[in-house]
């Protein structure tokens, strides 16, 4: 059974970059046809796709947040990692890592069930000074 981990530090200053990094065991990365994503859910508020990097290595971005996140990965390692640039208190969430077996243009909140599994446990991540 694959397992996801998310890892990374709780709290981060504003414009600061956001690291986060997610570990999987007991599967590859290089596994054809998936996806390995990031979803956060701010408080208060539904899951959102950050983004997500493919199988082979292409990585595909939400629009509202492409301009200030990369997700790379580490195949040596079977990692991949989510770094959101120039953070502010509206990027406060909790970030989950996930297993994601389809792109879509937009994701409801039935999408999260029915096209994400093995996700992380998530990690709490607080933007603040």
């Known amino acids: 059974q694959v397992q996801l981990q998310e890892s990374g530090p709780d709290l981060v200053k504003p414009s600061q970059t956001l690291s986060l990094t997610c570990t999987v065991s007991g599967g590859s990365i290089t596994t054809n046809y998936y996806y390995w994503s990031w979803i956060r859910q701010p408080p208060r508020k539904g899951l959102e796709w950050v983004g997500a990097i493919g199988y082979d290595g292409r990585t595909y971005y939400s629009p509202s947040l492409k301009s200030h996140t990369s997700i790379s990965r580490d195949t040596s390692k079977n990692q991949f990692s989510l770094q959101l640039s120039s953070v502010t208190p509206e990027d406060t969430a909790v970030y989950y890592c996930?297993?994601?077996?389809?792109?879509?243009?937009?994701?409801?909140?039935?999408?999260?069930?029915?096209?994400?599994?093995?996700w992380g446990q998530g990690t709490q991540v607080t933007v603040s000074s």
């Open positions: 996930a297993i994601q077996t389809a792109l879509k243009d937009y994701y409801s909140d039935s999408d999260f069930f029915s096209l994400f599994k093995s």
